[in-house]
């Protein structure tokens, strides 16, 4: 058992605090740029640091997010009056969380399909990331839907990985995030997400069990069972979420002491309903607490806003802290569309 082990649960019980969920803000130099490119804004290191100054500063966001994961980068930045991020995340009651995964790359000899590197050196990178205050990790896999795919070699390498990773992140103090991600893009229906993801969680806990990770010290991070992006029946919300819970139930071990959500490109609004449906409907059967660690779905409105501006940095610290506030009434079973100030849902 690792040395952090009471640690650890207390960790990832804060991070699952009532309420509360997880702010995703770990995009690589190459996506952070390339969503700064869609709305013109210089895809510089400034730019970066200034946007991500803009999210963890913003008043009051620590009441609806108890975490946040920084990528490499960022979390060696300092605001501009020249506080450590990792400081300003502690006095706004956030706990550090960072990226240690290395991307995902082509599997060899399976067409289309990726496999997450960046077990090489992850001891040592942990041991620094926890020197520097960070309590939690994150490694992120890809499981692609589509012709003939995923194969099973391609399941099996991705939860093996995702298993190495979260032993080596609790031996050094860190709260494995394992998320397994089960891409929207396709045409795909409902029921072929829900094959593929129980047959993932499945792999991803047996490989866990097999490489001695304690369930009771980590949080699963999945994507919800929902219809391919491209797919002509799309699924109700009440239906993503009975489909969503209904696998949670088969796959996840009762010691998880929590599930938070990726938004994995569903639109703002979605993301807030269905897992408002999970809460409201299934809270009272649920033995992990059942959040968010949205991304695009809480970032997007504040981004869209700030278009590298410094005059609109107070207006979209507004937003994303109205998107953290609905994802935490969603998280609690109370949010409800009358909330949005933008009605349509889409
Ligand atoms: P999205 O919510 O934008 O899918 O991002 C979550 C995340 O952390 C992806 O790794």
Known sequence: MSKYAQELRNTAKAMMAEGKGILAMDESNGTCNKRFKNLDIEPVEENR???????????DLGNYIS?????????????????????????????????????AKDLAARPNEKV?????????????YYEMGARFAKWRSVITIGDGIPS??????????????????????????????????????????????????????????????????????????????????????????????????????ASVPGIAFLSGGQSEQRASAHLNEMNAKYRSQFPWRVTFSYARAIQQPALNYWKGEQSNVEEAQKRLVERAKLNSEASKGNYSQSMEKEPALV
Do not use: W
């Not at 640091?49 to 008043?59: D, F, G, H, Q, S």
């Not at 920084?70 to 300003?88: C, H, M, N, P, W």
């Not at 045409?187 to 866990?208: A, G, P």
């Open 116 to 128: 997450t590197e960046g077990l090489d050196g992850l001891r040592d990178r942990i041991a620094e």
């Open 67 to 103: 975490g946040a994961i920084l990528y490499d980068e960022t979390i060696r930045q300092s605001t501009k009056d020249g506080v450590s991020f990792v400081k300003a995340m502690q006095d706004a009651g956030i706990i550090p969380g960072i990226k240690v995964d290395t991307g």
């Open 152 to 253: 099973d070699g391609c399941i099996e390498a991705n939860a093996h990985g995702l298993a190495r990773y979260a032993v080596l992140c609790q031996e050094g103090g860190l709260v494995p995030i394992v998320e397994p991600e089960v891409l929207i893009n396709g045409d795909h229906t409902i029921e072929t997400c829900y094959e593929v993801t129980e047959k993932t969680l499945h792999e991803v806990f047996r490989q866990l069990y097999v490489q001695n990770a304690a369930y009771d010290q980590m949080i699963l991070k999945p994507s919800m069972v929902i219809s391919g992006a491209d797919c002509s029946q799309q699924a109700s919300v009440e239906e993503v979420a009975s489909e969503t819970v209904r696998c949670l139930m088969n796959c996840v071990p």
């Open 49 to 59: 640091r200034a946007y991500r100054e803009l999210l963890i500063t913003a008043p």
